[in-house]
Every structure is written in structure tokens, then in C-alpha cells.
Nanobody, 120 residues
């Protein structure tokens, strides 16, 4: 059974930082590219960042480039998102997943997400 469990969200002030974690189980984690997504109320789910299966490459949405860093530890089956210089527009529920995981395991692979709120 595939599980993706996000954690690390919370309430922070503008300019603050958070580190999100996504713990994966039920599949061979090291074979898959991993992505972070976010979704704010009334908006479509947005791709935030991606990292290759061995961590050799990364990509970022323009809105977070230079502020967020995606990383992974395949020995721990965990992908991280370091979020610095946070802005109110970063407020959203953050999820980890990837298209290949969805293709292989279906929509049930989505976790509960973790809420990030950036507010003074």
C-alpha cells in the first residue's frame, strides 16, 4: 500500500522559514522522481518543485525559485522542501507526489498534505 505522509507545516511570519518532510512507503522510493505541489483555496493545484530519483537534478516554479530547495534522502525514503523567505502567497496545503507515482498507483497515493500559513 502506497503512503505519502507530509509534515512540517505551520504558521510563520512573512520572511520566515519552514522545512517540510514527506515520508514515503509501499514502493521503491529511489526509482521515482518526486515533486512538491501546493493548493490554495479556490485555486488549481500547482507544481512547486521536482527532484530526480537520485537527487541529481531539480526544477522549481518561477514563483519559488531562489527561496525554496527540494532535497531527498533515499535511505530514509523521504523528500524535503526547505522554504525560506516565505510570503503570504505561499499559503497553501502542500503535497508530495509525482506523475509516475500517480500513473503506477492511482489517485489514492495522495496524502493528507500539510498546511503552510504565512501571516503577520
Amino acid at each position: 500500500q502506497v503512503q505519502l505522509v507530509e509534515s512540517g507545516g505551520g504558521l510563520v511570519q512573512p520572511g520566515g522559514s519552514l522545512r517540510l518532510s514527506c515520508a514515503a512507503s509501499g514502493f521503491t522510493f529511489s526509482r521515482y522522481t518526486m515533486s512538491w505541489y501546493r493548493q490554495a483555496p479556490g485555486k488549481e493545484r500547482e507544481l512547486v518543485a521536482r527532484i530526480g530519483s537520485a537527487g541529481g537534478w531539480t526544477n522549481y516554479a518561477d514563483s519559488v525559485k531562489g527561496r525554496f530547495t527540494i532535497s531527498r534522502d533515499n535511505a530514509k525514503n523521504t523528500v524535503y522542501l526547505q522554504m525560506n523567505s516565505l510570503k503570504p502567497e505561499d499559503t497553501a496545503v502542500y503535497f508530495c507526489n509525482d506523475g509516475d507515482i500517480l500513473y503506477a498507483f492511482g489517485n489514492d497515493s495522495w496524502g493528507q498534505g500539510t498546511q503552510v500559513t504565512v501571516s503577520a
